[in-house]
């Protein structure tokens, strides 16, 4: 797992990763900063209220973060076929996938940090009365983590599978983009991976969130069984 | 070498890029939700837009929003990274052309890449307007002039946003930067179209133009007008500015 870790350093993930979760977070900052009058003075919570102004905004720039990762993390062993001398180490490329899933998973923790931080400080300033509840910011951090998961696993399933990274980068951008289309208020079409991490928490999220741990199972397992299998073909 | 030449070469090269089909999925993903919800476009009445104009113009937003965009952005990763592999800017960088002129070549390449999306997805449209009026009963077609025209608005006004989607995949040496940024500066098209400054950033010249339109179809909603005058001038100094910086750079890495 330390490998991976390592074979990100020069690749600028992590910066990348860190720029994307800052400027995703002034999305409400600067929304609030412009336009604090239309939000102010909503009988909602203060945190539903931001969430509702940016988290679509927020999330899609989350979701293309996510599928750049994935092309990254494994154009970097396609490219000068490193992958072809991966192979030969005694490592299983189901361990790698493993492990690089969980390299992207650490990714996104960082950015919804940055992120649950901004809106923190949004409420502290333009919200005084009936400020946001660390408890309540906590578990919607944490849930968004759990509906972003599958888009990253599924992504990095598919940058696995294509050793061009304009493919697996364009497979990524259509996914986000059928997200976006996607009407909310069905719930089995919801459950698509990319659509997921749009939810924000309301009286759907615990069958979101069963939903997309399902998902998170069934595409690591689907991973790391046809990273061993594909070479047989 | 003659330009024409070059440009052939480079259309060779992407023989098996398998580009086309990202395109072509693109296209149908776009139109398959509008066939699906077609009945929606019989209760527009408070906008004051009429059915086919709606289907039409629905579909052509979201093309010019993030779906043509972000494939310009593809199409730049896929046209350096295909040279990036196995050193093949090298070679071609030995070879007795003007860098310059390769550089170009690829823009062109890379212009003639978003013209087929705007085709194929035009072409797409109206197969989609037609099983759509089969499924409605009621004709939701309009006659080729003005989407043809519209395609063509998108396309030209995509051209300075393409030039720095450009740009930015030959100065940027890591790819998650330039896809990264490419990607980030769509996603604010949607504010810059509601300010008065929207001619300065051309990330958005499509999605205003289609706006616009939109304004025009439906009679109850209120819309922005193009301005030739500060837009153009704007709109080509920036082109010019993000290609010569992309001749400039263009295989700088390889020969220092």
Redesign the interface.
């Known amino acids: 797992m330390a490998l991976e870790f390592t074979k990100i350093k020069r690749t600028g993930l992590l910066p990348a990763f860190l720029c994307g979760g800052l400027l995703a977070s002034m999305i409400p900052v600067l929304n609030m900063a412009v336009r604090s009058e239309a939000y102010v003075n909503l009988s909602q919570p203060p945190l539903d209220i931001l969430l509702d102004g940016n988290w679509q905004t927020m999330a899609m720039l989350n979701l293309l973060l996510a599928v750049i990762g994935a092309c990254l993390v494994y154009h970097t062993e396609f490219a000068d076929n490193a992958m072809e001398k991966m192979r030969t180490l005694p490592i299983g490329e189901g361990r790698m996938f493993l492990g690089k899933t969980l390299v992207l998973a650490c990714m996104c923790i960082v950015v919804l940090i940055i992120e649950t931080a901004a809106l923190a400080t949004c409420g502290a300033i333009w919200f005084e009365s009936g400020d946001i509840v660390w408890p309540d910011l906590m578990r919607n951090a944490g849930c968004m983590l759990l509906l972003l998961l599958p888009a990253v696993i599924l992504s990095l399933l598919v940058a696995s599978l294509c050793e061009n990274m304009w493919i697996s980068f364009g497979i990524g951008v259509l996914g986000v983009f059928i997200a976006t289309m996607m009407p909310s208020e069905n719930f089995a079409l919801s459950l698509f991976p990319f659509a997921l991490h749009f939810h924000v928490l309301g009286e759907k999220t615990a069958e979101l969130g069963v939903g997309a741990a399902v998902e998170i199972l069934a595409l690591v397992a689907a991973g790391a069984v046809i990273q061993k299998i594909r070479r047989r073909f | 070498m003659s330009g024409l030449f070059l440009l052939g070469i480079e259309w060779s090269k992407l023989r098996r890029?398998?580009?086309v089909w990202?395109l072509v999925?693109?296209a149908i993903?776009?139109w398959v939700?509008s066939v699906l919800?077609a009945h929606l476009n019989f209760q527009m009445q408070a906008e004051g837009i009429s059915p086919e104009n709606n289907f039409f113009i629905q579909g052509f937003m979201?093309l010019a929003w993030?779906?043509f965009p972000?494939?310009i952005?593809?199409?730049t990763?896929?046209l350096t990274?295909i040279e990036?592999?196995n050193g093949g800017i090298l070679k071609m960088l030995t070879l007795p052309v003007d860098p310059r002129k390769l550089c170009l070549g690829k823009f062109t390449v890379l212009l003639s890449l978003s013209a087929f999306q705007m085709i194929i997805s035009t072409g797409v449209y109206f197969i989609s307007g037609a099983i759509a009026s089969q499924t409605q009963n009621y004709d939701l077609l309009l006659g080729p002039a003005p989407v043809l025209r519209m395609a063509g608005v998108i396309w030209l006004t995509a051209i300075p946003m393409a030039a720095f989607f450009w740009m930015l995949s030959v100065c940027v040496k890591?790819?998650?930067?330039s896809?990264?940024i490419g990607?980030?500066s769509i996603?604010p098209s949607?504010l810059m179209i509601n300010t008065k400054a929207w001619f300065l950033y051309p990330m958005c010249y499509p999605f205003y133009a289609v706006t616009v339109e939109y304004g025009k179809l439906a009679e109850n909603t209120s819309c922005g007008k193009i301005a030739l005058v500060p837009w153009i001038p704007v709109a080509v100094l920036f082109t010019g500015a993000c290609l010569i910086i992309a001749c400039l750079c263009f295989g700088k890495a390889e020969r220092s």
Do not use: E, H, T
């Not at chain 2, 890591?174 to 930067?177: C, E, I, L, M, S």
């Open positions: 890029s398998k580009i990202i999925a693109a993903i776009l939700p919800n979201g993030f779906l972000a494939s952005v593809v199409s990763v896929l990274q990036r592999g890591a790819p998650v930067f896809m990264g990607l980030a996603v949607v």
